[in-house]
Nanobody, 118 residues
Framework: QVQVVESGGGLVQPGGSLRLSCAASISPFSIYDMGWYRQAPGKQRELVAVISSGSTTTYADSVKGRFTISRDNSKNTVYLQMNNLKPEDTNVYYC????????????WGQGTQVTVSS
């Protein structure tokens, strides 16, 4: 059974930083596109950042220049470095692992809470 596990969330002051990690028990990890999404209560889940199997990155406009997604295929892990955090970044952040050519290979984690508040 595939497991996708996020960690690194927490409470941080505006302007602060956090690094989220996501470990996925998928093999081979390197062929999966990995993404971070977020969802606030009562709202739709939205894309934050995606890194393809070829390490091409895509960001939501709201996080460009502040967030960086990266992956370490040797550790089956994807990261989201979040800098200059704002209160509107407060959300539950979810990790996604997706195989581009097989819609059945689409896995989600349970989410990790990020709260930006003074």
């Amino acid at each position: 059974q595939v497991q996708v596990v996020e960690s690194g969330g927490g409470l941080v002051q505006p302007g602060g930083s956090l690094r989220l990690s996501c470990a996925a028990s998928i093999s081979p990890f390197s062929i999966y596109d990995m993404g971070w999404y977020r969802q606030a209560p009562g709202k739709q889940r939205e894309l934050v950042a995606v890194i393809s199997s070829g390490s091409t990155t895509t960001y939501a406009d709201s996080v460009k220049g502040r967030f960086t997604i990266s992956r370490d295929n040797s550790k089956n892990t994807v990261y989201l470095q979040m800098n200059n955090l704002k209160p509107e970044d407060t959300n539950v952040y979810y990790c996604n692992a997706k195989l581009a050519w097989d819609i059945r290979r689409d896995f989600w984690g349970q989410g990790t809470q990020v709260t930006v508040s003074s």
